[in-house]
């Protein structure tokens, strides 16, 4: 069964970090694009930042200089390191994986499977 899986999530305090993980089961992440997603309440989904399956990376601008993605072929893992998190990254974070890169990463329908996503919380 074909499955990505976040976890990481939590409440924490602005300024705070963390680390959301999405691993997946029943495929190899080694040949596919990930890309983190949020969604606010009230608010569209974005694209938050994408890996190639040759490591090229981007980042929304709400999130350069503080978020790093990174993937772990070894362990069927991407990471999103999350630092210096402030009251408005409050959403659910959820991964999304295709079989090419597109410099329209942030169209979450061009994705061929979906993780269901993991709360993050930031208090001020």
């Known amino acids: 069964q074909v499955q990505l899986v976040e976890s990481g999530g939590g409440l924490v305090q602005a300024g705070d970090s963390l680390r959301l993980s999405c691993a997946a089961s029943?495929?190899?992440?080694?040949?596919?694009?990930i890309v983190w997603f949020r969604q606010a309440p009230g608010k569209e989904r974005e694209g938050v930042s994408c890996?190639?399956?040759?490591?090229?990376?981007q980042y929304a601008d709400s999130v350069k200089g503080r978020f790093t993605i990174s993937r772990d072929n070894a362990k069927n893992t991407v990471y999103l390191q999350m630092n210096s998190l402030k009251p408005e990254d409050t959403a659910v974070y959820s991964c999304?994986?295709?079989?090419?890169?597109?410099?329209?990463?942030?169209?979450?329908?061009?994705?061929?499977?979906w993780g269901q996503g993991t709360q993050v919380t930031v208090s001020s």
């Open positions: 890996i190639s399956s040759d490591e090229i990376t």
């Open positions: 999304a994986a295709g079989g090419y890169y597109s410099s329209s990463w942030g169209i979450w329908d061009l994705y061929d499977y």
């Open positions: 029943g495929f190899t992440l080694d040949y596919y694009t």
